[in-house]
Structure formats: C-alpha cells, structure tokens
C-alpha cells in the first residue's frame, strides 16, 4: 500500500501587516518511486567499454510533478468556473492531467490530421462525444467535484485526467515541486495532494491568525503506473 509522508510545520511570523485575517499554505511535492531508492554498481571494466544507460525506472520527475494537484477540500469556499484546453496532438492528451473547479468546462480540440473521439466511464462524468476531425472541437461542462478520466475510443493508447476541485484553491507545482494556495480565512481545512495514478494524499491542518502554513509531500509511485 502506497505511503506519504506530510510534515506540517506551522512557522510564528514576527509583526507584519496584512496576514491579520488570512494566510497562504506554501510548500513542496517531492516525487519518489521505489527503485530510486536502490543504485546499482557496475565494475569499472564495463564502464570503459560501453555506454552505461540509466538504471530502469529512473523517472522524468518534472512530468510526474505536471501530473500533480494540490488543492483545499470542501465547499464552503467559492468555486469560479473558467474554461480550460486539454488537446489531442500526436495521439495524445496534451496535457494529460488538468484541474478545474466544480462548473467548469473543458475544450477538447482535435489537433491530429486523423479522427479522435473523447469518452468517460468516470462516475464524476460519464459521456462520448463522439468522433470529430483535425479542427473541431468539443466542449464540456464538470458540475460535481471528483476524478474523471478521458480515453479515445480509436486510439487505445490515449489516456488523460481531469481533476474537478470542490472551489477554486487549487494549483499545481512548479517544476522544483514548490507549491502555493490562495490565503485562507482562519480554521480547519483538508488539504489534499493528488496524483494521476497515485491517488490522493490529504493532511488535516488549522490555519491560524498570523501563522504560515507549510505543507511537505512526498509521494511515492509504483514503477509503470506514471501514464
């Protein structure tokens, strides 16, 4: 079974104005899998005589942290619905992840020279809309907060997520893993890190007045499950 590990250090500010009401939530993913953990030797001999490819497994950690969401839980906040793009070009989802708050919509354009069709047998969502050519597009809308996932229908191999978030403080890290959430009024929330194929990871924290909030993530994912 998967495992995180949040440390949550909540870090007194000295006198300062403007943080008398709210405060932000910064901090870091950090993705790990388990065969970084383990480095293999090879005898120098070798070394010198061929071309040593990475060790198997070593993952482009900046596409798996694109594959990351963070977000607060619950509806008490605001949701602001916007429109996003999710396309298909060279048969695939690009980009393969997206999150929208709950009303939003998303704009599946066809940017491939061949058919592409986008399906969902999620529970969040469930549609088809059918198959179109390069050019068109299609557009739906996300009313319920949950994880839908987009396939095609002619191209097996293609295989995206939509996040649908309950309110509007969500993001996504920077390719360092660094992360920060919109300020929160006082008092206790949910704040939950998600993966595309890791699922999610949530740390119950209360937010104070004139206290940062920092959150530390670390997520493992199993070896072959990243796409």
């Given at each position: 079974m998967?495992?995180?590990v ?11 104005t403007g943080?008398?009401?709210t ?6 993913v ?6 970084t953990k383990k ?6 001999v070798?070394?010198r ?5 990475p060790?198997v ?17 619950g509806t008490?906040?605001?949701s602001r619905?916007?429109?996003v793009?999710?396309n298909?070009s060279?048969r695939r989802f690009d ?6 708050s709950a ?9 491939d020279p061949?058919?592409?069709n ?9 549609f088809d809309?059918g198959?179109?050519k390069?050019?068109d597009t ?12 987009v396939h ?15 309110n ?5 890290p ?7 959430l919109p300020?929160?009024?006082?008092g206790?929330?949910t704040?939950?890190?998600w993966?595309?194929t890791?699922?999610f ?6 937010v104070?007045?004139?206290?940062l909030v ?7 994912i199993?070896?072959?499950?990243g796409h």
């Amino acid at each position: 079974m998967l495992s995180v590990v949040v440390l949550v250090a909540l870090l007194m500010l000295g006198p300062c104005t403007g943080l008398a009401e709210t405060v932000g939530i910064t901090g870091t993913v950090r993705v790990t899998t388990s065969l970084t953990k383990k480095r293999i030797s090879v005898p120098q001999v070798y070394e010198r005589a061929v071309a040593i490819a990475p060790p198997v497994g070593v993952r482009d950690v900046e596409a798996e942290l694109r594959r990351v969401v963070v977000y607060v839980d619950g509806t008490k906040l605001a949701s602001r619905p916007v429109r996003v793009t999710m396309n298909q070009s060279q048969r695939r989802f690009d980009p393969d992840v997206v999150a929208v708050s709950a009303g939003s919509s998303v704009s599946f354009p066809n940017g491939d020279p061949i058919f592409h069709n986008v399906f969902s047998l999620s529970e969040t969502k469930h549609f088809d809309l059918g198959n179109y050519k390069e050019g068109d597009t299609r557009v739906i809308a996300f009313e319920h907060p949950g994880v839908v996932q987009v396939h095609c229908h002619l191209h097996a191999n293609m295989s995206g997520a939509i996040l649908v978030t309950p309110n509007s403080w969500f993001t996504q890290p920077a390719a360092s893993g660094a992360f920060s959430l919109p300020a929160l009024p006082p008092g206790h929330y949910t704040v939950v890190a998600w993966h595309k194929t890791a699922g999610f990871f949530r740390r119950e924290i209360d937010v104070r007045e004139g206290q940062l909030v920092n959150l530390d993530f670390e997520i493992p994912i199993l070896e072959g499950t990243g796409h």
